[in-house]
């Protein structure tokens, strides 16, 4: 008998049958009801840096009202930290290198990660939006390690040119996702 014709005769739907019949009714509801019950529950922790919102920490559930982004997000135990840019005119006159930017990013991140009970150390993906990598990758990493003790985490980036940044003078801006304990 070849395989599709053995498979044919088989017939599961008896055992999954009686699979069901020998669970608990009790168990089987009261896992459904825990189930039907989690919904991820958004908490703004930081309003965003951009549209004027200073207001570094926010207790409450409801977001900014002036800003059209939150900076970070907190559900269950992941944090999601918005585009750090590595540069804001209010913050520092002129807008550096990439290193220089990096570090700005990268002091802000911890910032934001301590802020909301967390650390560098929890941060599970790093994404980076960097002007011209070819010339600037190099720099980048020599500034950014460091600042994640090990294991890092996982990182990506994607390439992009000065004028799609939105900002004249900002050469890199990072994202990022870590978890609270």
Not at 81 to 108: C, F, H, M, N
Not at 144 to 162: H, K, N
Request: hydrophobic letters at 35%.
């Amino acid at each position: 008998m070849n395989r599709r014709n053995l498979l044919k005769s088989l017939s599961l739907l008896p055992l999954a049958g009686a699979a069901a019949i020998t669970v608990n009714p009790n168990e089987a509801a009261a896992q459904k009801k825990r189930k039907s019950q989690w919904t991820p529950k958004k908490q703004v922790i930081r309003k965003s840096n951009s549209g004027g919102n200073t207001n570094p920490t926010v207790t409450t559930t409801q977001g900014p009202p002036a800003s059209v982004l939150s900076g970070c997000i907190r559900s269950g135990h992941l944090l999601f930290v918005s585009g750090i840019g590595g540069w804001y005119p209010e913050r520092r006159a002129e807008p550096g290198d990439i290193k220089v930017q990096i570090k700005s990013i990268l002091d802000t991140l911890k910032e934001v990660l301590e802020g909301a009970g967390s650390s560098m150390g929890n941060a599970l993906r790093v994404h980076m939006t960097v002007v011209e990598p070819n010339t600037n990758i190099a720099l980048l990493n020599e500034a950014y390690r460091g600042y994640f003790p090990d294991p890092p985490p996982v990182r990506s980036y994607t390439g992009t040119s000065a004028d799609l940044m939105g900002r004249d003078g900002v050469l890199v801006q990072l994202d990022c996702i870590a978890y609270i304990d």
